[in-house]
């Protein structure tokens, strides 16, 4: 049996205690007018971690790469699973092994 499974999540946050008050609650000088959450990475296993990608607004476009999303990374640790869960409304996600592909399954006992 596969031990490891890929896949995609998505996330439906609280709209007035989610993902903007923990930014504002845990990152130094947060500001939602300033900055755009672009992504949300969690890690879990025997600590937890909650990565904060966020687009500054202020920025200097840099010419170095073309094409790239520029962001700002921020590593929150030593909060809980709970602490972070809370703030989600609803979430759904598929996991699926290597040997297929999700976008070419077809479901026969409907």
Known sequence: MDKDYGGKISAKFHANSGIETFCAKHI???DSKRFHIVAVRVFAAKE???TVYLDDKLKEISTIHPGKI???KFKIENIT???FFDLIEAFNFTLS???YDLDNMEV???
Do not use: G
């Open 97 to 99: 092994n290597d040997h």
């Open 81 to 83: 699973a709970t602490e």
């Open 48 to 50: 937890f971690i909650v």
């Open 108 to 110: 026969i006992n409907k």
């Open 28 to 30: 130094l000088h947060y």
């Open 70 to 72: 520029l962001v700002k």
